[in-house]
């Protein structure tokens, strides 16, 4: 039913060295890995933007805040530690009283987004999007809440309350999820460093400890562009992936992971993935829960089932018209895109969710956590040699 197209070319890896900070991952690309298309390997027919990331789409911002501490044994609630929070901004302003249209779709709901309620019943986003590990949702909705009243003083007293949008995916394999080592410092710098460009990927932020097809997950981004005659919009996708199992895994729609049958972990469990898409297309929250829908689509071209215990979640927002908070207008007018000319920004969506999934896994390095549990990346070579042949 899904046709995927694939190219696969002579290509080079370049080594590049690799600094780790622990509560700023760097945007280099980790020592050794490469993301898709670097590798040759291209998925589906409409082109990347510049970056192939999210930040593709004029203002959005993320950020990421990464702990890596300890070895060993598990002592819990002391360690080791490998988590973070990646945050996610619409734009770089007034986000609380300038809002954007919003949807969010959960496939299955094992698993924990908070604030999605409201952002269905109001068709907006007024805060900036969170992940991080499931345990620490608690303090990571706390310290954003401390976040937007440092912005915003009198929120609760003159002004409304404030509902975080905090998404979580299990890192326990690797990371002591006793510690909820994540807290308001590294809350308040993935938000406060936020900025467009290249964004970080593979286990860095909210994806430094997640698992994705029984190889290192986390953290994956791309983009696709319409042409002039679609609309010439931009869609992005940023996932945090922590999901499926080995043979599971399609690149292409090529069975790749019944070819890399090695380098398994040991007893792991059903996991999650959040998927954040973004575009500056002119759609309501209607349309944007059309395009959250098709999300899960994406998801499916990497070969995933959602599963009985699986969290499989997507937000979507567009950037191209602003929600007052208190309008002080009875109307307002908004442009947007006819349902009729919809179908290429959907399948621009599923292809950049699976891009951005496959990015995640390509640009992850191996990596031991509590107890010697290991997540290994997947070979690269070995990826492309499946591929091709």
Known sequence: MFHRSLNVAAWTLVLVSLVSVANAGSDAPEAGRARLRDLGITTGRYAPGPLNAITDVGGVLVGHATIVRGDGALVPGHGPVRTGVTAVLPHGGDLWN??????????????????????????????????????????????AVAWMIRKYPDLGIGDDVVL????????????????????????????????SGPVAEGAVGAGTGMMAFEFKGGIGTASRVLSKEQGGFTVGALVNANF??????????????????????????????????????????????????????GLAYT??????????????????????????????SVTLLSDGHITPLFEATEEAVEEAILNAICMARTMVGRDGNTAYAIPLDRLRQAVSH
């Open 244 to 297: 499926g199992t080995r043979e599971d895994l399609r690149v292409a729609g090529i069975p790749v992971g019944e070819k890399i049958r090695d380098l398994m972990p040991k007893d792991m469990n059903d996991g999650s993935i959040v998927i954040v898409v973004a575009t500056d297309a002119p759609i309501d929250s209607r349309q944007c829960m059309r395009l959250a829908r098709r999300a899960i689509v």
């Open 164 to 195: 975080p949008v905090v998404g979580e995916c299990d890192d326990s394999f690797l990371n002591d999820a006793q510690a909820r080592a994540v807290g308001e410092p590294e809350v308040f710098s993935a938000l406060d460093t936020a900025h």
């Open 303 to 332: 070969g995933a089932t959602v599963r009985h215990t699986s969290g499989d979640f997507a937000v979507v927002f567009s950037t191209a018209s602003r929600i007052p908070h208190y309008p002080k207008e009875l109307l307002y």
């Open 98 to 143: 300038q809002k954007v249209p919003a949807a969010a779709f959960v496939m299955n709901g094992n698993g924990e987004v908070t604030g999605l309620h409201w952002v269905n019943e109001s068709g907006a986003l007024e805060v900036p999007i969170l992940l991080t590990n499931t345990m620490n949702v608690g303090r990571v909705s706390d310290a």
